[in-house]
């Protein structure tokens, strides 16, 4: 790139790395969600203001300049468009775009995520590598630094955490284990480059003892399989294309070693006393179901962010009968299937595309490079393959995947730019008949347009998580004097456009706790008729019924609810229950009689044998 374009981008570099930064340290602890939908607020500002410079950086070069950038874009197009359809067919609408509760991996996360590969693609070259591994080595210092005060018992936020304590930032073991361990893959690359200073280098050194020692107490394998993955794939690609004559071993080698690794997570071969854990085979339950979401749901998939919602649907029988009727699974834990099943086939291999594109244009620029650049790509594809590994055994964490997307982008641009310069091209910038202060506030003027209007989306979210952790926080220590003040606040969630539909079935339940529960009922009903699928407000909806006495309605929820979850004997149990209630015997005991048929010697299929032993 020409030293115009380098001067005019180093702004947004900075802006783009420190943001991305943010995006996964930030958390918010006065908000229902703390985690995820912060770092989508976060993600979507940032996004936003990069769309300026993107957009000028179009305007300046064009988008079809050759055939690299050509390939490029119609990926990211294609999966965005594909994406976006499904999104508009999504039901209810508001899930695809924002993204399912505890998630948030709807169209506009996803849309940010692209503008970030865009924009990284446009401006990376040499000069900010440097840049970005000073910010991740930075970051990871800050993520370990965290999750050793947690280990330690010194945590200043108190957690209400099922999990493992070393949660970091990210609210979670394994999203805090896999960050920590592509940092710690950036500390090790970063050792064995020129550019870096001596001083990030040692500062390397500690972040990756900080960071293993982070992984190891988390008790999550995710961790040390993505680092592990990340420095062999580093290794063999160094041996494998300097020293020919190890070429054909270090393959053979590298692949035995992640066959046994791999076999050691599914519970076969010599390591599966350091590997194996229930919680990687149950992810075979996931992944099957969203296979079979694709396979119902072809074209434009189950819904955006929707896999939740269809999960009890496709799941096999065997799942609720190892692991209980009420447990559940919002994403497929693949990356690649989760948007497979739920965006449908077209995003899907769009996504796929994406990947590709970014390993083989990697390994061929290595193949033909030597000395800094070939080590330079090495390590950042090398870092990037250790995000993809944990991807397929994860869930697309925004705190996580912004620096997948990020990787991406920076690949591909340093190649591009490397490859301008060895070909000794400049890259010509279109003619403007507008003069210098017009060009230099084209950018800052579409940026700051595009921020003001993201925040009209911003702010009711921002406003739905303050609320609704309000109406928690009153509602879990209800009194006569806070009654008021419940309803209020439940109301405001309620009422905003942009909180989450959970959010609103959750203030509906604080309030029918609260005494208003006609206002209540008259909500939740209203929520399930805009989202049908949902198990939580059809249960919701099953127990409210029975305790007005409204049995016959209690009875359709309880169908619906059997239709949505074939699988749930206890379910068929209440079901059967109320049906007896109403003196409706015959079906009660056709309902009843289903739990013995796939639900065999187990309690559930005892009390429904006796229920219909009473019978008669």
Known sequence: MNNGVKIKNSGGIWFLLLGISTVTVYFKTDAEDPFNTPKLLILMIIGSYLSGHLINNFRLHGIWGNSKDRAVYSLSFAFLISLLISTLLTEPRLNGFIGDTQRRNGFLSYFMLVIIFLFAYSVFEASQI???????ILTGFILSGYGILQINGKDFVQWVNPYNSMISTLGNPN???????????VGFTAIFLKQVSNLMKICSIFLILFSIYCILKSDSRQGLVTFFFSILFYLT???????????????????????????????????VYWLYKDSVSVRGFYWRAGIKMLQDNFLTGVGVDRYGSFFKYYREVEYPLRYGYDITSSNAHNTVIQIFSTAGFFAGVAYVGLIAYVLFTAIGFIKNTKGEQQLIVISLISIWVGFQAQSIISIDNIGVSVWGWLLSGAILGYIKSTNLKKENIEIKSRKITSNKVQINLFQPVISTLAVLLILVIVIPIYRSETNSYLVKSLGNNLTEQNKGALFNYSKKVIDNKFADPTYKFKAALYMYDAGYQTESISIIEDLEIKDPKNLDFLNGLAYIYVKQGQLQDAIKVRKLIADNDPWNAENYLSLGSLLVQTGDNVLAKVYLSKIASFAPNTEVATKSQEIINSLG
Request: charged share 10%; net charge positive.
């Open 175 to 185: 999203f805090a284990s896999a960050m920590l361990a592509i940092f710690s893959s």
């Open 130 to 136: 440097t840049r970005l591994f000073t910010i991740a």
């Open 237 to 271: 690609l160094y041996i494998y294309f300097n020293y020919k004559k190890l070429s054909i071993p270090i393959l053979f080698l590298a692949t035995g070693i992640s066959t046994t690794v791999i076999l050691g997570m599914l519970q076969k071969g010599p390591l």
